[in-house]
């Protein structure tokens, strides 16, 4: 299994929602909320289903309540899979 860096999550982002949205991540908006983003928490749920659905992830309700922003959302999806190939 890969890493989980900004690369996958604006394919991710690209396959869930659009390319639009997915040019706009970069490094200068990945501490920008999902909320000024423009992402409802539909969207970022579906998000999170995606990255269960293709990375052997869990992210529970609680564990995404405190993940506001792609960075802290790819930081923690990258340490849980550095943990899974330990």
């Known amino acids: 299994m890969s890493a989980f860096t900004l690369d996958e999550f604006r394919k991710l982002v690209d396959d869930t929602l659009d390319s639009e949205a997915a040019a706009a991540?970069?490094?200068t908006?990945?501490?920008t909320t999902f909320t000024d983003l423009g992402y409802d928490s539909l969207t970022v749920f579906e998000l999170v289903t995606r990255i269960q659905d293709d990375y052997p992830v869990?992210?529970?309700d609680e564990q995404l309540d405190e993940l506001?922003?792609?960075?802290?959302?790819i930081a923690y999806v990258a340490a849980r899979l550095t943990e899974a190939r330990a």
Do not use: Q
């Not at 506001?68 to 959302?73: D, E, F, N, R, V």
């Open 25 to 27: 991540l970069d490094e």
């Open 29 to 31: 908006t990945l501490d």
């Open 58 to 60: 869990t992210i529970s």
């Open 68 to 73: 506001k922003t792609p960075s802290a959302l």
